[in-house]
């Protein structure tokens, strides 16, 4: 075997092995962070629903108040631990306006789809 095939053999595993390894220490640094990541993202998701609601005059405490009231209603005896809007849907036409809201309570989550009728009252979409 030529002294250039030898080098280049050295020259590829050093390669592959500087690929695995910084593979692996890629992987690990996810799995590490994911949870802080997610946190993260939500609390923004969070913070960007708010916000929009707020600049369309959805008043987003009037908001958040009815769906509790709808969410309570159709789950009587839940007790809400948590009550998160994560998104704020907004298409042409009041009929089209929906609001999602995340409950929390001791039985899991459920997601609450408000949805706004042609004279701008919110009304319970769906509970999944």
Excluded: Y
């Excluded at 998701?45 to 609601?53: G, M, P, S």
């Excluded at 631990?81 to 998104?87: F, I, N």
Aim: hydrophobic share 45%.
């Amino acid at each position: 075997m030529s002294t250039g095939a030898i080098v280049a053999i050295a020259i590829a595993a050093g390669v592959i092995l500087l690929a695995l390894g910084g593979s692996l220490a890629n992987a690990r640094h996810r799995r590490r962070t994911a949870a802080e990541f997610q946190l993260s993202l939500e609390n923004v998701n969070r913070d960007l629903a708010a916000a929009r609601a707020q600049d369309k005059g959805w008043e987003p405490e009037a908001l958040a108040a009815t769906a509790r009231r709808a969410f309570e209603a159709d789950r009587p005896g839940a007790t809400v631990l948590e009550q998160t809007l994560v998104a704020v849907i907004d298409r042409p036409g009041m009929e089209e306006d929906h609001a999602v809201f995340r409950f929390t309570t001791e039985a899991g989550e459920s997601r609450v789809r408000m949805d706004r009728d042609a004279g701008g009252t919110w009304r319970l979409g769906r509970i999944e």
